[in-house]
């Protein structure tokens, strides 16, 4: 007993704290050899109005529409490749391509291009954002992946060089290194920063049938002249100033979308049916196929009754940004709490 009173200090150190050595000895070790692992979250967006306002000469369309991040996210893993050579991707769903046709790796043969960095990379995508949902979940990949070079790198570059070098990836990329609410013109690449004009805390479900829309078949069949004609400024005021309403959550493209999948159509109406005032909107995002109902986190009870239904990915969200030189980080009390797998609903306490 008596060497325990002599050195009282030395022993509370060792018997209550033993972490706190080693977790110390870890971090000046990282600091000798820099950045070797990194963990990001990468979430997906949903459009809360989406105007076609007119067909430019490329063959393109310019687009007036609120984008917002929302909490349903992936999750990639970064370590170091001990090799300079190539990057290597796995991930958790079959059939997402592992070489250049992954944006993830477009976006770091991108940043290598960009800065010169010879750093190759180990990457793991464990994937929760369903493909073909309008809900960008492979352009959020692309950005997460370009904000994790630049880590790794000792930030060569700006938020704005990561964000002018990511249109080059596709449309949808610069709009995630906005902090979360943006307004965005042009193809979708002109990016306005905006402070949120929607509660974070405000719930929406998130219901996408197997089926895809693909994009280009969606502008195949869209036509200018049946577009909407409200001004999407207009509509940017209304939401800031009265919150989200079925006015305001108007999609050019739904009308399309509707012609390639009539089952989205009959959706997106049997929800409208059925959720008696529990929605504040009804409305599908982007080009499809994910409708979003805004104000309530559940699905309508028939979603789980219906055969028909057995498929569908069904999530609940929220809305969600990001602090200054911080990359997205998934709420804690986001739990996904509805999900698809296997063909029957479950819950995840």
């Given at each position: ?11 509370m150190?060792?018997v ?21 692992r ?18 430019r ?5 310019d687009?007036a529409?609120?984008?917002?991040v929302?909490s ?16 290597r991707l796995?991930t958790?769903?079959?059939?997402v ?9 477009k ?5 290598r ?5 010879d750093?190759?990379?180990?990457i ?21 992946a ?15 060089d990561?964000?002018?070098w990511?249109g080059?990836?596709?449309?949808d990329?610069?709009?995630f290194?906005?902090?979360?609410a ?7 690449e002109a990016?306005?920063d905006i ?8 719930p929406m ?10 994009t280009?078949?969606?502008y195949?069949h ?5 577009a909407s ?10 939401i ?5 309403s079925q ?21 997106k ?19 499809g ?16 009754d219906e ?7 069904v999530?609940?969200a929220?809305f969600?940004t990001?602090?200054e030189k ?9 739990t996904?709490?509805c999900?698809?797998e296997?063909?029957e ?5």
């Amino acid at each position: 007993m008596a060497y325990g009173s002599t050195t009282p200090k030395k022993q509370m150190e060792i018997v209550y704290d033993p972490n706190e050595r080693i977790e110390r000895l870890e971090d000046e070790v990282d600091k000798e050899a820099g950045l070797q692992r990194l963990s990001l979250f990468s979430p997906c967006k949903i459009n809360v109005f989406l105007r076609i306002t007119s067909r430019r000469q490329d063959g393109y369309h310019d687009l007036a529409s609120l984008f917002h991040v929302i909490s349903l996210g992936d999750t990639i893993k970064f370590s170091l490749s001990p090799t300079k050579s190539k990057d290597r991707l796995s991930t958790n769903v079959p059939g997402v391509p592992l070489d250049d046709k992954n944006l993830i790796i477009k976006a770091l043969n991108l940043y290598r291009k960009k800065t010169g960095s010879d750093k190759f990379f180990w990457i793991h995508l464990d994937k929760k954002v369903p493909t073909g949902a309008g809900l960008g979940g492979g352009s959020s990949n692309a950005a997460t992946a370009l904000w994790a070079a630049n880590q790794f790198s000792g930030c060569l570059a700006s938020e704005q060089d990561l964000q002018e070098w990511s249109g080059e990836i596709g449309s949808d990329v610069p709009f995630f290194f906005s902090h979360g609410a943006a307004y965005c013109t042009g193809r979708g690449e002109a990016v306005q920063d905006i402070p949120s004009p929607i509660p974070l805390n405000t719930p929406m479900v998130l219901i996408k049938p197997p089926q895809a829309c693909p994009t280009a078949e969606v502008y195949k069949h869209f036509r200018l002249e049946q577009a909407s004609a409200a001004d999407p400024l207009i509509l940017l005021e209304k939401i800031s100033k009265s919150g989200i309403s079925q006015d305001v959550c108007i999609n050019d493209l739904e009308p399309p979308a509707f012609q390639v999948l009539p089952s989205l159509k009959k959706l997106k109406q049997r929800v409208l049916a059925a959720s008696r005032g529990r929605y504040e909107a009804v409305f599908m995002s982007g080009s499809g196929s994910t409708i979003v109902g805004i104000g309530d986190p559940e699905p309508p009870q028939f979603i789980y009754d219906e055969e028909d239904y057995q498929d569908v990915f069904v999530s609940e969200a929220r809305f969600l940004t990001r602090p200054e030189k911080h990359w997205y980080t998934k709420p804690i009390s986001y739990t996904d709490e509805c999900y698809q797998e296997g063909g029957e609903h479950k819950r995840k306490n």
